[in-house]
């Protein structure tokens, strides 16, 4: 077939397809495919050529040819996604559904017909996810499962296979600790002394007052964790706050030494932290401080610098409307009690209240570690520091 012959095959089948004569369409196509000239323009031709006449398994295979060329074709994605629909193979098409919404993020600016198809697709898939959550959901309860009474693990499983949950992992901005769990909030359980460190939430408030009242002993968060990553071996990006002095700290100890005057006043604060497992590293760890957050403050979504750590808060001032993100676990700070989490995990905190949020914040050792291993750690944290001194 000459190339004047596969052009006047292809014009004259868009004319047939244009006149709703798949049939004609078809042969006229699929004389381009049998002389070996098919591009995909031509595959492409031809599955709405097949959709148009009803058989829907050759335009899923005609467009799986498009697909072959050129996986990224936004209308070939959307042909697949909805043939595969029309079949019955729901689970097939929402592969195609979601990678169109990787392709095209954002409809704003769009043609008004183009927009309209593809916001068409986003929702057949979220009708179709719908569809496998609630079948999914529906099964494992016939096997047992009960939201609020089976295994949390299992639920968020459940969660994550279904999109309701995103999956999180730890994502340490220096320093990763292989074979390490990926846990957002530890049971605390893990760790005895929190009754003893909870115990003293009222002395601690009383050494903290005077102190805020004062407002001289708080500077800028940010700025020592800027400090704070020359320390590590790499990191890139960092903590983002609505306003610098939105987020603040004072510290009692800072980088392992305690910090004078400030940590004179607070010896009970500092006496309940007596039995507590603290990171201890040689000029960096443990450090101690009360992290104050303004009403209307929002730290976006970080993550910490060393999974080899866990970190602690105690809520000790909490208005109402202050949150704290942990992966996909939001929890709202309760004076006293303290939580412990993997602040390697994507986490973001939200002061939406109409007073201050303080709380105190200290680094314990991962529990899963062995002694030797923190003793090497900390060997290895102290090299990049003398190192860096060199």
């Known amino acids: 077939m000459s190339q004047a012959a596969i052009d006047a095959a292809g014009q004259a089948g868009m004319q047939a397809l244009r006149a709703g004569d798949p ?16 591009d995909s323009a031509v595959w492409l031709a031809l599955s709405m050529a097949y959709q148009a006449a009803g058989d829907r398994q050759s335009e899923v295979a005609a467009v799986t040819q498009v697909l072959e060329y050129d996986p990224d ?22 592969g195609f559904y979601a990678h169109l919404e990787v392709l095209v993020p954002d409809l704003v600016g769009l043609p008004p017909q183009i927009a309209a198809e593809l916001n068409r697709a986003r929702e057949a898939h979220a009708k179709l996810k719908q569809g496998l959550s609630d079948y999914l959901l529906a099964e494992v309860e016939k096997a047992g499962f009960h939201p609020a009474r089976s295994s949390r693990r299992f639920g968020d499983s459940l969660d994550i296979l279904t999109g309701r949950k995103q ?10 600790f292989p074979e390490l769990p990926a846990i957002e909030f530890y049971d ?32 800028p968060y940010i700025e020592v964790e800027a400090e704070k990553s020359s320390h590590v071996v790499a990191s890139s990006g960092k903590e983002q706050v609505s306003a610098v002095d939105d987020w603040t700290a004072a510290y009692l100890i800072r980088d392992g030494k305690r910090q004078t005057p400030l940590a004179e006043r607070c010896p009970k604060t500092l006496a ?54 942990v992966g996909n676990q939001v929890r709202l700070w309760e004076r006293g009690k303290v939580w412990v989490f993997d602040d390697t995990i994507e986490h ?4 939406q209240g109409t007073g201050t949020r303080v ?32």
């Open 359 to 390: 709380v105190l914040i200290f680094n314990i050792w991962h529990p899963d570690l062995t002694e030797e291993e923190r003793h090497l750690v900390a060997a290895l944290m102290t090299a990049v520091e003398t190192f860096e001194a060199g």
């Open 167 to 176: 999956r999180y992992v730890p994502t340490p901005r220096a320093y990763f």
């Open 272 to 325: 309940a932290l007596d039995g507590v497992p603290l990171e201890t590293i040689e000029g960096r760890a443990p450090f101690v401080l009360f992290s104050k957050l303004t009403p209307g403050a929002w730290i976006a979504p970080h993550t910490g610098f060393l999974n080899s750590r866990l970190v602690c808060h105690l809520p000790l001032l909490v208005p109402d409307g202050c949150w704290f993100r």
């Open 188 to 219: 605390r359980a893990r760790f005895p002394w929190l009754d003893t460190v909870e115990a003293a939430t009222d002395d601690m408030c009383s050494e903290l007052l005077p102190i805020l009242e004062e407002g001289t002993h708080f500077g």
């Open 73 to 94: 074709n936004i209308r070939a994605n959307l042909i697949k996604a909805d043939a595969l629909v029309a079949l019955g193979r729901r689970r097939a098409a929402m």
């Open 23 to 38: 049939a004609t369409a078809i042969g006229k196509f699929q004389s381009i495919v049998a002389a070996g000239a098919a």
């Open 348 to 351: 973001e905190a939200r002061n």
